[in-house]
């Protein structure tokens, strides 16, 4: 995971820190994905300061990365990507399904 950033006022150019080895946890009573990096990661500066951090993506966008993913789906030519996409259709449908065994 890459987090990038770019200054609004001065265009220094875009600015990222990697986020290698993220762990992933789902809180249901937030309707949220956590992903932390547990290990300190050099900022986004030159100071050498370091962070740990955390990425929190609330299910409407996870919806929304869906939508777009859709939406773009005949754009994607990456064998790669293909694969991965192919191998979580099976994901899906068991999070799909199992939604629906709750109404």
Known sequence: MKIMRKGAAADHGVKSVSLDNTQASFDPDEGAFLFKQDNPVNDFSSTGSRHVYRVRLDINEYIQMTEVLR??????????????LSESVNDFYRIFHSLMLKK
Not at 71 to 84: A, Q, R, T, V, Y
Request: charged share 50%; proline share 0%.
């Open 71 to 84: 939406k773009n789906l005949k754009k994607i030519e990456d064998e790669e990507i293909i694969n991965s």
